[in-house]
C-alpha cells in the first residue's frame, strides 16, 4: 500500500466528521518493507507448527486413523482454498487489517467488525493456550521443576513481547530460525520412526459396534475429527496481516501464504502418517505428546529425547507469531476506531507496542486465569471458523460486485474453490459444537460482546479515512460515478 494511503486522508473523504489528519496516521504508522516474501512463508508454517507435535492426534481417538486423515485432508482444502483468497485479496488491498479490511469492503461495516473481532479473539486466545503447553512442555522436559507454571509463562510473553516491540524484521528472523530448528525435528522424527513403520499399525483399533475397522467410529467419528484436522494448518492465515510491513505485497503475500500451506501439507501428512504407522493408531490417539511418546514406544529414547527439546521449538514459533498476529489486528482495527484508538499506537521502532503490551497481558491473564491449554485452544478454533466464513464470503462478494478491481494474483477457479471453503468451514463451526460446546459457547458470548460495543460505541467514533475505511470509501465512490 502507498504512503499516502497510510498517513494522508483523501479530499474525497475529508468531510467525514470523524476524519482524522496526517499526524494521527504518523503516529500509527508500521514499518514497510521488513517483511520478504521467504519470511512471510516462515511466518505461516510457524503459525501451526506447533500443531504437527501435539493436539492432532486425538481426532485419531475420535474417528480412527482414516476418519483423521479425511479430517486432514478435507480441512486441509479449507485452507487451501481459503488461502487463494486471501492471497488474490492482500494483493488488491495491502493493510495490517487483512480479513476485517477486506470484510469491510466486501460486506460493509457490520460484516468488517464481526470479521476484525472473530481474528483477534482467534489470536488472543492462541498464545495463551500455547504458553500453558510450553510450560507443560518445560516441566516435563525436567526443566525448572520447581517454578510455578505461571511464572514460565510471565517470562516468556515478557521476553516475547519485548522482542517484538523492538522492531518486526528482528522479531520474524527468530521466528524463522525457531521455525527452522521444529522442522529439523521432523525429519529427525521421519527417520528415527521410518524402520517401525507398519500399515496394519494404522487400523489396530477395535471397531464400535456396526462399524469397521477403516471407520472403528462411523460417520461421526469423522465430523468430531474435523476439528482436531485444523490443528495442523491453525493460524496460517494470519500471513496477510503482514501485508503493511511486506517489502512488495503484491508479489510477496501470494508467494507468501501458498508456500506455507504447501510446506503444512508436508509436515502434517508425515506426522499423521509416520505417528500412527509407529506405534498404531490406538497408541497415538491418547498419546499426550505423539512423537515423542511414539519413538520412546519403539524404543528411540535418545531420538525421542532430541524431538522432545525441538517440540519445544514449534511451540515457541506458534506462539511468537500468533502474539504477533493479534497486535496487527488489534492495531488496524484501533486505527480504523472499532476499539479504543489508544491500542494503535506506534513507537519509533514503527512496532504497535502498545497493542502488543495490553494484549500480552490479556492474553496472559487467560493462560492464569483458565489454565486449561485444550479449552483455550477450542475456543479459539471456533472463532476462527467464524472469521473463515466472513473471509470466504468476502471473496466471493468481491470477485461478483468488483471484477474490476485491480488484483496482482488472482485464485484459481474464481469463487469455486472459495465457495466450497465457505462451506467447509460452515461444517467445521458446527463440529466445534461436537468436540466442546462450553467452549463454542463462550467464545459466542465474548463476539456479542464486541459486536454489542461496536452498535453502541465504535460505530459513532469510526476513523473516516483509515486505510482500511479508504479502501471501503473509494469503491463505493467509484460505485457511484459508474
Given at each position: 500500500m502507498s504512503t499516502s494511503v497510510a498517513t494522508a486522508p483523501r479530499t474525497a473523504i475529508s468531510a467525514d466528521p470523524h476524519a482524522e489528519g496526517a499526524d494521527y496516521?504518523?503516529?500509527?504508522?508500521?514499518?514497510?518493507?521488513?517483511?520478504?516474501?521467504?519470511?512471510?512463508?516462515?511466518?505461516?508454517?510457524?503459525?501451526?507448527i506447533s500443531g504437527d507435535f501435539s493436539g492432532w492426534n486425538y481426532?485419531?481417538?475420535?474417528?480412527?486413523?482414516?476418519?483423521?486423515?479425511?479430517?486432514?485432508?478435507?480441512?486441509?482444502?479449507?485452507?487451501?482454498?481459503?488461502?487463494?483468497?486471501?492471497?488474490?485479496?492482500?494483493?488488491?488491498?495491502?493493510?495490517?487489517?487483512?480479513?476485517?479490511?477486506?470484510?469491510?469492503?466486501?460486506?460493509?461495516?457490520?460484516?468488517?467488525?464481526?470479521?476484525?473481532?472473530?481474528?483477534?479473539?482467534?489470536?488472543?486466545?492462541?498464545?495463551?493456550?500455547?504458553?500453558?503447553?510450553?510450560?507443560?512442555?518445560?516441566?516435563?522436559?525436567?526443566?525448572f521443576a520447581n517454578v510455578p507454571s505461571a511464572l514460565i509463562v510471565a517470562v516468556f510473553f515478557i521476553v516475547f513481547i519485548a522482542l517484538q516491540i523492538v522492531g518486526v524484521g528482528e522479531a520474524l528472523k527468530v521466528t524463522f530460525g525457531i521455525t527452522l530448528v521444529a522442522v529439523a525435528a521432523l525429519v529427525i522424527f521421519a527417520v528415527g520412526i521410518a524402520p517401525s513403520f507398519s500399515v496394519a499399525h494404522l487400523f489396530?483399533?477395535?471397531?464400535?459396534?456396526?462399524?469397521?475397522?477403516?471407520?472403528?467410529?462411523?460417520?461421526?467419528?469423522?465430523?468430531?475429527?474435523?476439528?482436531?484436522?485444523?490443528?495442523?494448518?491453525?493460524?496460517?492465515?494470519?500471513?496477510?496481516?503482514?501485508?503493511?510491513?511486506?517489502?512488495?505485497?503484491?508479489?510477496?503475500?501470494?508467494?507468501?501464504i501458498i508456500g506455507a500451506m504447501a510446506l503444512l501439507f508436508v509436515t502434517g501428512a508425515a506426522a499423521l502418517m509416520l505417528t500412527t504407522g509407529g506405534a498404531g493408531a490406538a497408541f497415538t490417539g491418547t498419546a499426550a505428546a505423539p512423537l515423542v511418546d511414539t519413538l520412546n514406544e519403539v524404543g528411540s529414547p535418545l531420538l525421542a529425547t532430541v524431538v522432545n527439546y525441538a517440540g519445544l521449538a514449534g511451540l515457541v514459533a506458534s506462539f511468537f507469531s500468533t502474539i504477533y498476529s493479534a497486535s496487527r489486528q488489534a492495531f488496524a482495527l484501533s486505527r480504523a476506531g472499532y476499539l479504543p484508538k489508544f491500542l494503535s499506537y506506534t513507537g519509533e521502532r514503527k512496532t504497535?507496542?502498545?497493542?502488543?503490551?495490553?494484549?500480552?497481558?490479556?492474553?496472559?491473564?487467560?493462560?492464569?486465569?483458565?489454565?486449561?491449554?485444550?479449552?483455550?485452544?477450542n475456543m479459539a478454533v471456533f472463532a476462527a471458523c467464524v472469521s473463515y466464513a466472513m473471509m470466504n464470503l468476502s471473496h466471493i462478494l468481491l470477485r461478483r460486485n468488483e471484477p474490476e478491481m485491480p488484483r496482482a494474483f488472482r485464485a484459481p477457479c474464481g469463487v469455486a474453490l472459495t465457495s466450497i471453503s465457505l462451506v467447509l468451514s460452515a461444517v467445521a463451526l458446527v463440529s466445534t459444537f461436537f468436540v466442546d460446546v462450553v467452549a463454542a459457547a463462550l467464545t459466542l458470548a465474548v463476539l456479542v460482546v464486541l459486536m454489542a460495543y461496536f452498535f453502541l460505541y465504535a460505530r459513532y467514533h469510526l476513523v473516516g479515512n483509515a486505510p482500511d475505511e479508504e479502501f471501503a470509501a473509494l469503491a463505493a465512490a467509484e460505485a457511484e460515478l459508474a
Open positions: 496516521f504518523e503516529k500509527r504508522s508500521l514499518k514497510k518493507g521488513s517483511v520478504s516474501w521467504v519470511m512471510l512463508c516462515g511466518l505461516g508454517v510457524a503459525y501451526a481426532g485419531i481417538a475420535e474417528g480412527g486413523w482414516v476418519g483423521m486423515l479425511v479430517a486432514f485432508i478435507v480441512m486441509g482444502a479449507m485452507y487451501l482454498f481459503m488461502s487463494f483468497g486471501l492471497a488474490e485479496m492482500s494483493t488488491a488491498m495491502p493493510t495490517a487489517g487483512a480479513g476485517y479490511a477486506f470484510a469491510r469492503r466486501a460486506m460493509g461495516r457490520v460484516g468488517g467488525a464481526l470479521t476484525g473481532f472473530a481474528i483477534l479473539v482467534d489470536f488472543t486466545i492462541c498464545p495463551a493456550a500455547i504458553s500453558l503447553f510450553i510450560a507443560d512442555y518445560v516441566h516435563a522436559l525436567g526443566l489396530d483399533i477395535a471397531p464400535s459396534a456396526g462399524a469397521t475397522e477403516l471407520l472403528p467410529f462411523g460417520v461421526a467419528g469423522v465430523v468430531s475429527a474435523l476439528p482436531y484436522g485444523m490443528w495442523l494448518f491453525l493460524g496460517v492465515e494470519g500471513v496477510p496481516l503482514a501485508a503493511e510491513e511486506s517489502a512488495e505485497p503484491s508479489r510477496d503475500m501470494p508467494r507468501g504497535p507496542f502498545v497493542a502488543l503490551t495490553v494484549f500480552g497481558v490479556i492474553e496472559f491473564a487467560l493462560a492464569v486465569g483458565v489454565a486449561n491449554g485444550s479449552a483455550l485452544l
